[in-house]
């Protein structure tokens, strides 16, 4: 055994050993913008009001999990390793009397939540760190906080515990509601929550105004913040749990992403000039921000091919990727509850409007108009205002809701950045795809078909009633889409449906049509199936003449796109007859 001057001159050694760390933790605390402060007692009883204590005898307890201090919270790092030259000799008398964690004698500490602060026995913490302790023996006394604080605090999470704090006295929501959880990761959070059950208040004021009377009293507080959590919260976090969105952000809370979600709808009605669901909101929060490998690969595609690639050239989303986004959720209301029209001058879409109206009445849709300004003057302002009002005003007048939004840029791009935010996109054919592959080429309507992520209902002429759909139906995964959306048209609408299904040779067909007649028999919608050899787009013609159809179904482009430059397709075919209303599904 060294001499008692040995074990000191060794303990001193050991305290300059822990100091160099505790400088280079400093350090990198500087470079990572992270904090390396222990937490001070004193403040986090004042920011979280914290209450009576109570003394809960020893209990051994995780060194982690210590905090902060009650007095000499800046006298060590957040690893409890000494920041000071003035420690060293009571912090090195300590590490010469002791050898194991387990001869050191209990430190003293508060307990809040799950984290500890040293009331007595800092050095002894720091000199039990040093040793590889994992745990130490404390005299704990449990102190009363509204808030949980865990035992990895750090400073912004102190400032939102504060706040939480502060929103729970304010609003009550502990007591209304004791199961909420409304913890967030970043401080400023809770002020977009206060807002939000204001304007509920406000509105529920607004509403019952009427009912009340001018004695009728006012809605109490509290009535709006239960609501507010009822009626909207909860509904956006079932979104966010559903679509399991908390895994695409590690470290964030349910209300985290509740107020992105929110900010980004806000955001999102500012640029397009309408309300969008939450959970197209949600998504977008999770393909913009999320930092996920597989989500970041896929942002740096989308903007690769966006730079390198013409439009027509362009592949487009996935074959199903808009119902398993923005209609899976939904499909138990309206599949097709916010529809974009898009309107031009002259009497450009008209008919588009017209048809629009068809199918808005049938599922209670929202209509959001659209025009694009070749150039922004004083005059085209006049114009798209006056094209706006009448656009509102035909929809009022068939009893639905809807408002036009005026925008600058090429007509099939806007098109498409628009309709990734409603269900449908309701276009008038006035100019299909030419035969030739310049024609092809220079399409601005191919390029809404391939690139659009939503349904698009092409309206050739005057609007159809849209009473007998026909299905043209091959197998791959487009067509699936449309099966999936005559299913639906079928059973909603009740509708008869007739599916088409050409092949080579009929056995080829038959075995086709039976993918299509398994999905709608199990689904209980009956159809008329019919098989044709030959040639797909002849097929679906003369079926739609004989059963007096007046809407094909039909998936989009089957093909890569330089494939269907060169050899065209059958949906391009069927759309130059401009006979029939035709519903391209992707």
Not at 168 to 173: A, I, M, R, S, V
Request: net charge neutral; glycine share 8%.
């Amino acid at each position: 055994m060294a001499a008692p001057d040995e074990r000191y001159l060794d303990a001193l050694h050991d305290f300059h050993r822990a100091r160099q760390r505790g400088s280079l933790e400093q350090i990198v605390a500087q470079l990572t913008g992270r904090s390396d402060r222990l937490l001070s007692f004193a403040e986090v009883s004042e920011q979280l009001q914290i209450g009576e204590g109570q003394d809960v005898g020893r209990q051994r307890i995780a060194l982690d999990a210590i905090v902060g201090s009650v007095g000499r919270y800046a006298d060590f790092t957040r690893t409890f390793l000494p920041r000071r030259e003035s420690a060293q000799e009571r912090w090195a008398r300590v590490r010469a009397a002791y050898d194991r964690v387990e001869d050191i004698p209990p430190i003293s500490v508060f307990q809040v939540g799950d984290a500890y602060f040293v009331l007595d026995g800092n050095h002894r913490v720091s000199v039990a760190r040093s040793l590889g302790g994992t745990h130490i023996d404390a005299y704990v006394t449990v102190v009363e906080s509204r808030v949980p604080l865990s035992a990895g605090a750090e400073q912004d999470e102190l400032i939102c515990q504060a706040q939480y704090a502060a929103f729970l006295d304010e609003t009550g929501l502990d007591r209304l509601r004791p199961e909420a959880d409304l913890t967030v990761t970043a401080p400023g959070q809770y002020r977009v929550l206060r807002e939000q059950i204001r304007r509920y208040h406000d509105w529920l004021q607004r509403e019952a105004a009427p009912e009340r009377g001018p004695g009728g009293g006012a809605i109490p507080f509290e009535a709006a913040v239960a609501g507010w959590y009822d009626e909207i919260y909860l509904p956006v976090v079932a979104v966010i749990r559903r679509r399991g969105i908390l895994d695409y952000f590690p470290g964030r809370t349910e209300t985290d992403l509740y107020v992105w979600t929110v900010e980004h709808q806000a955001e999102l009605a500012r640029e397009l000039g309408w309300e969008v669901k939450a959970d197209l909101a949600a998504n977008s929060v999770v393909s913009r921000y999320s930092g996920d490998r597989q989500v970041v690969l896929e942002r740096v595609r989308r903007l690769v091919r966006s730079a390198v690639m013409p439009p027509a050239l362009s592949p487009g989303p996935p074959a199903g990727s808009w119902r398993e986004r923005a209609v899976s959720e939904r499909i138990e209301l309206f599949l097709f509850g916010d529809i974009l029209v898009p309107m031009g001058g002259s009497g450009a879409g008209e008919r588009a409007l017209a048809q629009a109206l068809v199918v808005g009445r049938r599922e209670q849709s929202r209509l959001h108009g659209l025009h694009v300004l070749r150039k922004e003057s004083a005059a085209t302002r006049r114009q798209g205002e006056a094209l706006a009002a009448a656009f509102r005003q035909r929809v009022e007048a068939a009893g639905l809701s809807g408002e036009m939004v005026l925008e600058r840029g090429v007509v099939s791009e806007v098109i498409c950045s628009h309709g990734r935010w409603t269900d449908l996109v309701v276009v008038e054919l006035r100019h299909p795809p030419r035969p030739q592959m310049a024609g092809r080429l220079s399409s601005g309507f191919s390029a809404i078909l391939r690139r659009c992520s939503r349904p698009v209902l092409a309206v050739p002429g005057e609007p159809s009633a849209l009473q007998r759909p026909l299905l043209a139906y091959d197998g791959s995964p487009k067509a699936k889409e449309a099966l999936f959306v005559s299913a639906y048209l079928s059973a909603r609408w009740e509708l008869p449906l007739v599916v088409v299904t050409a092949g080579e040779s009929e056995g080829e067909a038959e075995a086709i049509i039976d993918d299509a007649r398994f999905y709608l028999i199990a689904r209980g919608i009956s159809a008329t199936y019919v098989t044709r050899r030959g040639a797909p787009a002849e097929a679906i013609r003369e079926t739609a003449e004989t059963t007096g159809s007046d809407l094909i179904v039909m998936g989009g482009y089957g093909f890569q796109p330089l494939v269907e430059l060169v050899r065209g397709s059958t949906v391009e075919q069927v759309l130059r007859w401009r006979r029939w209303p035709v519903l391209i599904c992707r």
